[in-house]
């Protein structure tokens, strides 16, 4: 009696231990990238990026001190990292695109407007051919997108 209960014991723990150690590995992969990224743009002070944050493929990095910020896609299909230097831009947006005739929500993108140039630069933010979990995703991204916009036109 007392071998079977331990043995079932050793099952259980073995099945939880894991998914915790696959997924503390994917976090530290993922650590690992931002902060990769967060060098390439800012060699010398990385830590400078005060604010990151992470949702859905997606993390947001911004130094608001020297207006610099960082959008990376970790997207399977297409994974990127787009940095704008906020010193340069006068204002910032959320555009997004719907299916005509519907609520359904195609793209969103962040387009920011050169203060010298008034030339426009958009870094897309959400797609909808992308999403796994599609409208769901949708309404999260959006949601996370809004406060990000907030974010940046403070720092602006």
Request: net charge neutral; with cysteine.
């Amino acid at each position: 009696m007392d071998t079977s209960v331990t043995i079932i014991g050793i099952v259980i723990a073995i099945i939880v231990a894991i998914p915790i150690y696959f997924s503390a590995r994917t976090n530290a992969v993922n650590k690992a990238k931002i902060l990769d990224i967060k060098k390439r743009f800012n060699p010398n002070h990385p830590q400078d990026f005060d604010l990151t944050e992470s949702q859905n493929n997606k993390t947001l990095t911004i130094d608001q001190k020297n207006g610099k910020f960082i959008l990376m896609n970790f997207n399977p299909n297409q994974q990127e990292s787009t940095y704008v230097d906020l010193k340069n831009i006068s204002s910032c947006k959320l555009v997004p695109t719907t299916e005509s005739g519907s609520d359904t929500i195609l793209k969103i993108d962040f387009e920011f407007q050169e203060k010298e140039t008034s030339k426009k630069i958009t870094i897309p933010f959400y797609d909808f051919d992308d999403d796994r979990i599609k409208q769901i995703s949708a309404y999260q991204d959006q949601q996370f997108a809004k406060k990000w916009l907030k974010i940046i036109q403070d720092s602006i």
